[in-house]
T-cell receptor, first 115, second 116 residues
Framework: AQSVAQPEDQVKVAEGNPLTVKCTYSVSGNPYLFWYVQYPNRGLQFLLK??????LVKGSYGFEAEFNKSQTSFHLKKPSALVSDSALYFCAVRDGGTGFQKLVFGTGTRLLVSP | ETGVTQTPRHLVMGMTNKKSLKCEQHLGHNAMYWYKQSAKKPLELMFVYNFKEQTENNSVPSRFSPECPNSSHLFLHLHTLQPEDSALYLC???????????????FGPGTRLTVL
């Protein structure tokens, strides 16, 4: 069964600094990886996904994520953080096997960007 | 906005009440999902509907009853809930509910449910 780990409950960065939110995964087949963001009192918003191809995936709002197969990681990054990036970030994985495969989410990482 | 709406946004109910949550998607998708989001826990998939047919029931108690009259609408009927059912209930939709790996789910804003 697939699983996702987000090892940090919270990440703090200063505005203008680069940010990284970590995610590692486990699947038996090829992984399909997703990042979502949740602002207060809102649902999850899709940021980006990795399916195949280039290991560096670019998404919404200047975010990008790097797929690393050997380290089974899919860390979310942004070169320069904004205060408005403060939110809850979820990594998710789906196994690329046949038949219905659940999208499995991590427990989330709260990003706090200080002015 | 993602094109997925949910009503009501907030709901407070007693354990003996019956209420329903509604979800509507305007994206032309074929699959719809119910998730439960509790504090400090991963999102829990509850139900999946693909082309109006329920394809997944993730061992959800019978006090939660889903209904999908068409591919655009999804309901979650609630009765005799427990306080531990208090959570944010999220609806999502995707193009292909068959579980194609690349299929992206789009979420509504959720209904914050409090059971007294």
């Amino acid at each position: 069964a697939q699983s996702v780990a987000q090892p940090e409950d919270q990440v703090k960065v200063a505005e203008g600094n680069p940010l990284t939110v970590k995610c590692t995964y486990s699947v038996s087949g090829n992984p399909y990886l997703f990042w979502y963001v949740q602002y207060p009192n809102r649902g999850l918003q899709f940021l980006l996904k990795y399916i195949t191809g280039d290991n560096l995936v670019k998404g919404s709002y200047g975010f990008e994520a790097e797929f690393n197969k050997s380290q089974t990681s899919f860390h979310l990054k942004k070169p320069s953080a904004l205060v408005s990036d403060s939110a809850l970030y979820f990594c998710a994985v789906r196994d690329g096997g046949t038949g219905f495969q659940k999208l499995v989410f991590g427990t989330g990482t709260r990003l706090l960007v200080s002015p | 906005e993602t094109g997925v709406t949910q009503t009501p946004r907030h709901l407070v109910m007693g354990m003996t009440n019956k209420k329903s949550l509604k979800c509507e998607q305007h994206l032309g998708h074929n699959a719809m999902y119910w998730y439960k989001q509790s504090a400090k826990k991963p999102l829990e998939l509850m139900f999946v509907y693909n082309f109006k047919e329920q394809t997944e029931n993730n061992s959800v108690p019978s006090r939660f009853s889903p209904e999908c009259p068409n591919s655009s609408h999804l309901f979650l009927h609630l009765h005799t809930l427990q306080p531990e059912d208090s959570a944010l209930y999220l609806c999502a939709s995707s193009q292909d509910g068959g579980g194609a790996g690349s299929d992206t789910q789009y979420f509504g804003p959720g209904t914050r449910l409090t059971v007294l």
